[in-house]
Protein backbone atom coordinates (compact mmCIF):
# COMPACT_ATOMS: atom_id res chain seq x y z
CA UNK A 1 0.00 0.00 0.00
CA UNK A 2 2.88 2.30 0.67
CA UNK A 3 1.87 4.82 3.67
CA UNK A 4 -0.96 5.64 5.39
CA UNK A 5 -1.27 8.70 7.46
CA UNK A 6 -4.01 8.60 10.74
CA UNK A 7 -5.97 11.99 11.19
CA UNK A 8 -7.53 10.92 15.08
CA UNK A 9 -6.00 9.35 17.79
CA UNK A 10 -9.00 8.46 20.08
CA UNK A 11 -9.64 4.47 20.09
CA UNK A 12 -11.11 4.20 16.68
CA UNK A 13 -7.42 5.83 15.39
CA UNK A 14 -5.50 4.70 17.39
CA UNK A 15 -6.87 0.93 16.76
CA UNK A 16 -6.91 1.38 12.52
CA UNK A 17 -2.72 2.37 13.42
CA UNK A 18 -2.25 -0.37 15.36
CA UNK A 19 -3.79 -3.10 12.68
CA UNK A 20 -2.22 -1.19 10.12
CA UNK A 21 1.33 -1.39 11.92
CA UNK A 22 0.49 -5.06 12.42
CA UNK A 23 0.37 -5.91 8.95
CA UNK A 24 3.35 -4.02 8.38
CA UNK A 25 2.58 -0.78 6.78
CA UNK A 26 4.33 2.34 7.24
CA UNK A 27 1.73 4.96 9.10
CA UNK A 28 1.92 8.12 10.75
CA UNK A 29 -0.79 8.61 13.19
CA UNK A 30 -1.66 12.18 14.08
CA UNK A 31 -3.80 12.76 16.91
CA UNK A 32 -4.27 17.08 18.70
CA UNK A 33 -5.82 15.86 21.47
CA UNK A 34 -8.64 18.30 21.73
CA UNK A 35 -10.00 19.13 25.40
CA UNK A 36 -13.01 16.52 25.32
CA UNK A 37 -12.03 13.80 23.00
CA UNK A 38 -14.51 10.96 23.78
CA UNK A 39 -11.50 8.15 24.72
CA UNK A 40 -10.65 9.80 27.61
CA UNK A 41 -13.93 10.55 29.21
CA UNK A 42 -16.06 7.23 27.72
CA UNK A 43 -17.26 4.54 30.73
CA UNK A 44 -16.73 2.08 28.57
CA UNK A 45 -19.53 -0.70 29.38
CA UNK A 46 -19.70 -3.59 26.84
CA UNK A 47 -22.86 -5.42 27.84
CA UNK A 48 -24.40 -7.45 25.21
CA UNK A 49 -26.95 -8.85 27.49
CA UNK A 50 -28.37 -6.51 28.94
CA UNK A 51 -30.18 -4.48 25.93
CA UNK A 52 -33.95 -4.14 27.13
CA UNK A 53 -34.74 -1.48 23.94
CA UNK A 54 -35.29 -3.19 20.60
CA UNK A 55 -31.71 -3.64 18.89
CA UNK A 56 -29.90 -0.80 17.66
CA UNK A 57 -29.45 -1.05 13.65
CA UNK A 58 -26.19 -1.47 14.43
CA UNK A 59 -26.58 -4.63 16.65
CA UNK A 60 -24.24 -7.00 14.07
CA UNK A 61 -21.19 -4.49 13.92
CA UNK A 62 -21.68 -4.32 17.83
CA UNK A 63 -21.85 -8.30 18.16
CA UNK A 64 -18.50 -8.57 16.12
CA UNK A 65 -16.89 -5.85 18.17
CA UNK A 66 -17.54 -7.48 21.38
CA UNK A 67 -15.75 -10.58 20.20
CA UNK A 68 -12.94 -8.88 18.61
CA UNK A 69 -11.73 -7.65 22.18
CA UNK A 70 -11.14 -11.40 22.28
CA UNK A 71 -8.06 -11.21 19.74
CA UNK A 72 -7.27 -7.63 20.68
CA UNK A 73 -6.34 -8.59 24.14
CA UNK A 74 -4.18 -11.16 22.94
CA UNK A 75 -2.34 -8.92 20.18
CA UNK A 76 -1.70 -6.22 22.06
CA UNK A 77 -0.16 -8.32 24.70
CA UNK A 78 1.92 -10.14 21.54
CA UNK A 79 2.85 -6.55 21.13
CA UNK A 80 3.97 -6.27 24.67
CA UNK A 81 0.87 -4.36 26.35
CA UNK A 82 -1.13 -5.65 28.89
CA UNK A 83 -2.25 -2.85 30.51
CA UNK A 84 -5.81 -2.62 28.39
CA UNK A 85 -8.03 -1.64 31.16
CA UNK A 86 -10.31 -4.50 29.86
CA UNK A 87 -11.87 -6.94 32.39
CA UNK A 88 -14.89 -8.76 32.67
CA UNK A 89 -16.54 -7.60 35.78
CA UNK A 90 -20.47 -8.87 34.95
CA UNK A 91 -23.45 -6.50 35.19
CA UNK A 92 -26.55 -6.01 37.60
CA UNK A 93 -29.46 -5.05 35.77
CA UNK A 94 -32.00 -3.73 38.52
CA UNK A 95 -35.12 -3.40 39.18
CA UNK A 96 -36.70 -0.45 41.38
CA UNK A 97 -40.19 -1.40 41.10
CA UNK A 98 -42.92 -3.71 40.60
CA UNK A 99 -43.08 -3.08 36.54
CA UNK A 100 -39.39 -3.03 35.86
CA UNK A 101 -39.22 -6.41 37.91
CA UNK A 102 -41.94 -7.39 35.41
CA UNK A 103 -39.46 -7.20 32.81
CA UNK A 104 -36.48 -8.58 33.59
CA UNK A 105 -38.15 -11.95 32.38
CA UNK A 106 -38.23 -10.66 28.99
CA UNK A 107 -34.67 -9.27 29.11
CA UNK A 108 -33.12 -12.96 30.37
CA UNK A 109 -34.74 -14.31 27.66
CA UNK A 110 -33.45 -11.86 25.21
CA UNK A 111 -29.76 -12.24 26.74
CA UNK A 112 -29.81 -16.21 26.42
CA UNK A 113 -31.35 -16.45 22.79
CA UNK A 114 -28.76 -14.16 21.63
CA UNK A 115 -25.87 -15.84 23.06
CA UNK A 116 -27.43 -19.25 21.97
CA UNK A 117 -27.38 -17.30 18.23
CA UNK A 118 -23.08 -17.13 19.21
CA UNK A 119 -23.06 -13.41 20.33
CA UNK A 120 -20.38 -13.80 23.01
CA UNK A 121 -19.45 -11.42 26.00
CA UNK A 122 -23.33 -12.22 27.67
CA UNK A 123 -21.94 -15.54 30.06
CA UNK A 124 -24.20 -16.77 32.45
CA UNK A 125 -27.63 -14.79 33.32
CA UNK A 126 -29.26 -15.67 36.82
CA UNK A 127 -32.09 -13.73 38.84
CA UNK A 128 -31.12 -12.10 42.16
CA UNK A 129 -33.09 -11.01 44.82
CA UNK A 130 -33.05 -7.13 45.90
CA UNK A 131 -30.67 -8.53 48.89
CA UNK A 132 -28.55 -10.37 46.72
CA UNK A 133 -27.86 -7.30 44.55
CA UNK A 134 -26.82 -5.59 47.56
CA UNK A 135 -23.92 -7.72 48.24
CA UNK A 136 -22.34 -7.48 45.00
CA UNK A 137 -22.36 -3.68 44.59
CA UNK A 138 -22.89 -2.43 48.16
CA UNK A 139 -24.26 0.85 47.98
CA UNK A 140 -27.12 -0.10 45.75
CA UNK A 141 -30.84 0.80 47.02
CA UNK A 142 -32.76 -1.78 48.17
CA UNK A 143 -33.92 -2.92 45.02
CA UNK A 144 -37.14 -5.26 43.92
CA UNK A 145 -34.61 -7.45 42.06
CA UNK A 146 -32.05 -7.81 39.77
CA UNK A 147 -30.87 -9.95 36.30
CA UNK A 148 -26.93 -10.22 37.02
CA UNK A 149 -25.10 -10.51 33.42
CA UNK A 150 -21.75 -12.50 34.07
CA UNK A 151 -19.86 -11.25 30.62
CA UNK A 152 -20.44 -7.71 30.55
CA UNK A 153 -17.06 -5.95 30.93
CA UNK A 154 -15.31 -2.55 31.29
CA UNK A 155 -12.46 -0.70 29.12
CA UNK A 156 -10.93 2.06 30.59
CA UNK A 157 -10.58 4.28 27.07
CA UNK A 158 -7.68 5.80 28.07
CA UNK A 159 -5.75 3.08 28.97
CA UNK A 160 -6.41 1.07 25.79
CA UNK A 161 -6.19 3.76 23.67
CA UNK A 162 -2.45 4.10 25.18
CA UNK A 163 -2.14 0.59 24.59
CA UNK A 164 -3.16 0.52 21.44
CA UNK A 165 -1.00 3.79 20.30
CA UNK A 166 2.48 2.04 22.42
CA UNK A 167 2.02 -1.16 20.45
CA UNK A 168 1.53 0.28 17.09
CA UNK A 169 4.38 2.45 17.66
CA UNK A 170 6.50 -0.77 18.84
CA UNK A 171 5.18 -2.53 15.18
CA UNK A 172 7.21 0.97 13.50
CA UNK A 173 4.08 3.44 13.75
CA UNK A 174 4.77 7.11 14.16
CA UNK A 175 2.48 8.87 16.76
CA UNK A 176 2.74 13.10 16.31
CA UNK A 177 0.86 15.48 17.94
CA UNK A 178 -0.37 18.12 16.32
CA UNK A 179 -3.41 19.23 14.14
CA UNK A 180 -3.67 17.50 10.87
CA UNK A 181 -4.43 19.46 7.49
CA UNK A 182 -5.27 16.54 4.49
CA UNK A 183 -3.84 17.93 1.31
CA UNK A 184 -6.36 17.22 -2.05
CA UNK A 185 -4.94 17.02 -5.51
CA UNK A 186 -8.00 16.29 -7.25
CA UNK A 187 -9.66 13.05 -6.11
CA UNK A 188 -6.93 11.97 -4.12
CA UNK A 189 -5.39 13.39 -0.70
CA UNK A 190 -1.81 13.58 -1.74
CA UNK A 191 -0.44 14.13 2.17
CA UNK A 192 -1.06 15.84 5.56
CA UNK A 193 0.47 18.76 6.53
CA UNK A 194 1.07 19.26 10.41
CA UNK A 195 2.89 21.61 11.92
CA UNK A 196 4.92 23.27 8.56
CA UNK A 197 5.64 19.42 7.89
CA UNK A 198 4.43 17.47 4.88
CA UNK A 199 3.79 14.16 5.19
CA UNK A 200 3.28 12.18 1.73
CA UNK A 201 0.22 9.92 2.16
CA UNK A 202 -1.02 6.99 -0.16
CA UNK A 203 -4.20 7.08 1.95
CA UNK A 204 -5.63 8.49 4.47
CA UNK A 205 -8.14 7.88 7.41
CA UNK A 206 -10.03 10.20 9.12
CA UNK A 207 -11.00 9.52 12.71
CA UNK A 208 -11.39 12.62 14.00
CA UNK A 209 -14.39 11.70 16.49
CA UNK A 210 -16.36 14.80 17.00
CA UNK A 211 -14.59 16.83 14.83
CA UNK A 212 -14.81 14.95 11.76
CA UNK A 213 -17.25 17.34 10.16
CA UNK A 214 -14.10 19.72 9.96
CA UNK A 215 -12.12 17.13 8.24
CA UNK A 216 -14.70 16.49 5.65
CA UNK A 217 -15.25 20.48 5.15
CA UNK A 218 -11.62 21.05 4.02
CA UNK A 219 -11.61 18.12 1.60
CA UNK A 220 -14.91 18.53 0.69
CA UNK A 221 -17.01 15.82 1.55
CA UNK A 222 -19.90 16.02 4.25
CA UNK A 223 -19.14 13.90 7.05
CA UNK A 224 -22.51 14.73 8.91
CA UNK A 225 -21.14 14.47 12.51
CA UNK A 226 -22.15 16.69 15.94
CA UNK A 227 -20.77 16.63 18.93
CA UNK A 228 -23.15 14.96 21.90
CA UNK A 229 -21.89 16.15 25.21
CA UNK A 230 -21.27 13.73 28.41
CA UNK A 231 -20.37 14.67 31.80
CA UNK A 232 -19.68 12.04 34.10
CA UNK A 233 -18.40 11.40 37.36
CA UNK A 234 -15.65 9.56 39.46
CA UNK A 235 -16.43 8.94 43.11
CA UNK A 236 -14.06 7.72 45.45
CA UNK A 237 -15.80 5.31 47.87
CA UNK A 238 -13.62 5.21 51.21
CA UNK A 239 -12.07 2.01 52.45
CA UNK A 240 -14.04 -0.01 49.67
CA UNK A 241 -12.60 -2.69 47.15
CA UNK A 242 -14.33 -1.61 44.14
CA UNK A 243 -12.23 -3.46 41.79
CA UNK A 244 -14.70 -6.72 41.26
CA UNK A 245 -17.66 -4.42 42.11
CA UNK A 246 -20.56 -5.25 38.74
CA UNK A 247 -21.56 -2.42 36.36
CA UNK A 248 -24.75 -1.42 37.66
CA UNK A 249 -27.44 -0.59 35.25
CA UNK A 250 -31.09 -0.08 35.01
CA UNK A 251 -34.17 1.22 32.66
CA UNK A 252 -33.06 4.68 31.59
CA UNK A 253 -29.85 5.63 30.03
CA UNK A 254 -27.86 6.21 33.42
CA UNK A 255 -25.34 3.62 34.74
CA UNK A 256 -22.53 2.94 37.21
CA UNK A 257 -19.20 1.24 36.71
CA UNK A 258 -16.20 0.63 39.06
CA UNK A 259 -12.74 0.73 38.32
CA UNK A 260 -9.89 -0.67 40.70
CA UNK A 261 -9.36 0.60 43.72
CA UNK A 262 -12.30 2.83 44.71
CA UNK A 263 -13.54 4.62 41.98
CA UNK A 264 -16.86 4.16 41.17
CA UNK A 265 -18.19 6.28 37.74
CA UNK A 266 -21.50 7.21 37.43
CA UNK A 267 -22.60 8.44 33.93
CA UNK A 268 -23.44 9.71 32.19
CA UNK A 269 -25.28 13.02 30.18
CA UNK A 270 -26.32 13.32 26.57
CA UNK A 271 -26.57 16.65 25.46
CA UNK A 272 -27.28 17.02 22.32
CA UNK A 273 -26.49 20.73 20.21
CA UNK A 274 -23.86 21.14 23.00
CA UNK A 275 -21.35 22.21 19.98
CA UNK A 276 -18.03 21.82 21.52
CA UNK A 277 -18.56 23.33 25.34
CA UNK A 278 -16.07 20.84 27.53
CA UNK A 279 -17.56 23.11 30.55
CA UNK A 280 -18.81 20.83 33.74
CA UNK A 281 -22.22 22.85 34.62
CA UNK A 282 -24.33 22.57 37.33
CA UNK A 283 -27.46 20.66 35.95
CA UNK A 284 -25.09 18.57 34.10
CA UNK A 285 -23.46 16.91 37.49
CA UNK A 286 -26.98 17.09 39.31
CA UNK A 287 -28.63 15.35 36.86
CA UNK A 288 -25.87 12.39 36.61
CA UNK A 289 -25.38 12.33 40.47
CA UNK A 290 -29.08 12.42 41.42
CA UNK A 291 -29.36 9.13 39.15
CA UNK A 292 -26.85 7.68 40.94
CA UNK A 293 -27.66 8.45 43.85
CA UNK A 294 -31.41 7.19 43.06
CA UNK A 295 -30.00 3.49 42.29
CA UNK A 296 -27.29 3.56 44.59
CA UNK A 297 -27.80 6.07 48.02
CA UNK A 298 -25.03 4.53 49.51
CA UNK A 299 -22.44 6.81 47.40
CA UNK A 300 -23.62 9.94 49.24
CA UNK A 301 -20.63 9.61 51.44
CA UNK A 302 -18.32 9.32 48.83
CA UNK A 303 -15.56 11.70 47.70
CA UNK A 304 -16.71 13.63 44.17
CA UNK A 305 -13.25 13.32 42.91
CA UNK A 306 -13.13 14.46 39.18
CA UNK A 307 -15.80 15.28 36.59
CA UNK A 308 -15.13 14.22 32.83
CA UNK A 309 -16.45 15.56 29.81
CA UNK A 310 -16.72 14.26 26.31
CA UNK A 311 -17.66 14.78 22.74
CA UNK A 312 -19.71 11.84 21.76
CA UNK A 313 -18.81 11.71 17.49
CA UNK A 314 -22.97 11.63 16.92
CA UNK A 315 -23.95 10.67 12.97
CA UNK A 316 -27.91 11.68 12.30
CA UNK A 317 -28.81 8.38 12.20
CA UNK A 318 -27.09 6.96 15.37
CA UNK A 319 -24.65 4.47 12.85
CA UNK A 320 -21.29 4.71 13.09
CA UNK A 321 -19.55 5.88 9.67
CA UNK A 322 -17.35 3.56 8.07
CA UNK A 323 -15.58 3.29 4.44
CA UNK A 324 -14.44 5.42 1.91
CA UNK A 325 -14.96 8.83 1.54
CA UNK A 326 -17.62 9.60 -1.32
CA UNK A 327 -15.93 11.35 -4.40
CA UNK A 328 -12.32 10.50 -2.82
CA UNK A 329 -10.25 7.69 -4.20
CA UNK A 330 -7.84 6.68 -1.07
CA UNK A 331 -9.61 8.58 2.15
CA UNK A 332 -11.30 6.05 4.15
CA UNK A 333 -13.62 7.63 7.55
CA UNK A 334 -14.31 5.75 10.97
CA UNK A 335 -16.33 7.94 13.32
CA UNK A 336 -19.85 8.32 14.54
CA UNK A 337 -19.40 5.85 17.16
CA UNK A 338 -21.95 8.27 19.17
CA UNK A 339 -22.65 6.80 23.01
CA UNK A 340 -20.81 3.09 21.51
CA UNK A 341 -17.33 3.79 20.93
CA UNK A 342 -15.58 2.04 23.20
CA UNK A 343 -17.30 -1.04 22.46
CA UNK A 344 -17.39 -0.96 18.29
CA UNK A 345 -14.25 1.51 18.57
CA UNK A 346 -11.86 -1.01 18.17
CA UNK A 347 -13.14 -3.51 15.33
CA UNK A 348 -14.52 -0.44 13.32
CA UNK A 349 -10.56 0.72 13.20
CA UNK A 350 -9.59 -2.57 12.15
CA UNK A 351 -11.98 -2.98 9.25
CA UNK A 352 -11.13 0.67 8.18
CA UNK A 353 -7.45 -0.33 8.04
CA UNK A 354 -8.31 -3.92 6.40
CA UNK A 355 -10.43 -1.56 3.90
CA UNK A 356 -7.44 0.17 3.31
CA UNK A 357 -4.79 -2.91 3.01
CA UNK A 358 -7.70 -4.37 0.66
CA UNK A 359 -7.85 -7.29 2.59
CA UNK A 360 -11.44 -8.70 3.16
CA UNK A 361 -13.13 -7.52 5.55
CA UNK A 362 -15.45 -10.18 8.11
CA UNK A 363 -18.79 -8.15 8.23
CA UNK A 364 -20.91 -6.44 5.88
CA UNK A 365 -19.90 -2.94 6.25
CA UNK A 366 -22.20 -1.48 3.68
CA UNK A 367 -24.97 -0.64 6.29
CA UNK A 368 -22.20 2.17 7.72
CA UNK A 369 -20.99 3.18 4.24
CA UNK A 370 -20.72 7.35 4.13
CA UNK A 371 -22.59 7.46 0.99
CA UNK A 372 -25.64 6.97 3.15
CA UNK A 373 -25.97 10.41 3.53
C1 LIG B 1 -19.49 10.42 29.05
C2 LIG B 1 -19.28 9.39 27.98
C3 LIG B 1 -19.57 8.04 28.27
C4 LIG B 1 -19.37 7.07 27.30
N1 LIG B 1 -19.60 5.77 27.62
C5 LIG B 1 -19.37 4.79 26.71
C6 LIG B 1 -19.58 3.43 27.04
O1 LIG B 1 -19.95 3.11 28.16
N2 LIG B 1 -19.37 2.49 26.07
C7 LIG B 1 -18.95 2.81 24.83
O2 LIG B 1 -18.77 1.93 24.00
N3 LIG B 1 -18.72 4.12 24.49
C8 LIG B 1 -18.94 5.10 25.39
N4 LIG B 1 -18.75 6.42 25.06
C9 LIG B 1 -18.47 6.77 23.66
C10 LIG B 1 -17.01 6.67 23.29
O3 LIG B 1 -16.23 7.29 24.28
C11 LIG B 1 -16.77 7.33 21.92
O4 LIG B 1 -17.70 6.86 20.96
C12 LIG B 1 -15.37 7.03 21.40
O5 LIG B 1 -14.41 7.31 22.38
C13 LIG B 1 -15.06 7.83 20.14
O6 LIG B 1 -13.73 7.60 19.79
P1 LIG B 1 -13.06 8.38 18.58
O7 LIG B 1 -11.69 7.83 18.45
O8 LIG B 1 -13.97 8.33 17.40
O9 LIG B 1 -13.05 9.91 19.02
P2 LIG B 1 -12.18 10.72 20.09
O10 LIG B 1 -11.80 9.88 21.24
O11 LIG B 1 -12.92 11.98 20.35
O12 LIG B 1 -10.83 11.04 19.31
C14 LIG B 1 -10.83 11.85 18.16
C15 LIG B 1 -9.47 12.52 18.10
O13 LIG B 1 -9.30 13.10 16.81
C16 LIG B 1 -8.53 14.28 16.99
N5 LIG B 1 -8.63 15.14 15.80
C17 LIG B 1 -9.73 15.63 15.22
N6 LIG B 1 -9.39 16.38 14.14
C18 LIG B 1 -8.04 16.34 14.05
C19 LIG B 1 -7.09 16.91 13.16
N7 LIG B 1 -7.47 17.68 12.12
N8 LIG B 1 -5.78 16.68 13.39
C20 LIG B 1 -5.37 15.90 14.41
N9 LIG B 1 -6.24 15.34 15.27
C21 LIG B 1 -7.55 15.55 15.10
C22 LIG B 1 -9.15 14.89 18.24
O14 LIG B 1 -8.28 15.85 18.81
C23 LIG B 1 -9.32 13.64 19.11
O15 LIG B 1 -8.19 13.42 19.93
C24 LIG B 1 -18.92 7.42 26.00
C25 LIG B 1 -18.62 8.76 25.73
C26 LIG B 1 -18.79 9.74 26.70
C27 LIG B 1 -18.44 11.15 26.39
Do not use: C
Not at 78 to 84: A, P, S
Not at 195 to 203: L, M, N, P, T, V
Not at 265 to 294: H, K, P, Q
Amino acid sequence: MGSVVVVGGGIVGAAAAHRLARAGESVTLVDREDAGYATAAGAGIISPGTTYRPAAPFYPLAARAVAYYQDLIPQLAEDGQTDTGHETVGALMVAMGDEETARLDEIRRGAEERRAAGVVGIGEVSRLTGREAKTLFPPLADVAAALHVGGSARVDGRRMRAALRAAATRRGARVLRGDARPVREGHRVTGVVVGGERIAADAVILAGGAWSGALGTALGVAVPIAPQKGQILHLEVPGADTGRWPIVLGFHSHYLLTFPERRVVAGATRENGSGYDVRTTAGGVREALGEALRVAPGLATATLREIRVGLRPASPDGMPILGRAPGLDNVYLATGHGPSGLQLGPYSGAAVADLVLGVPVDLDLRPYSPDRF
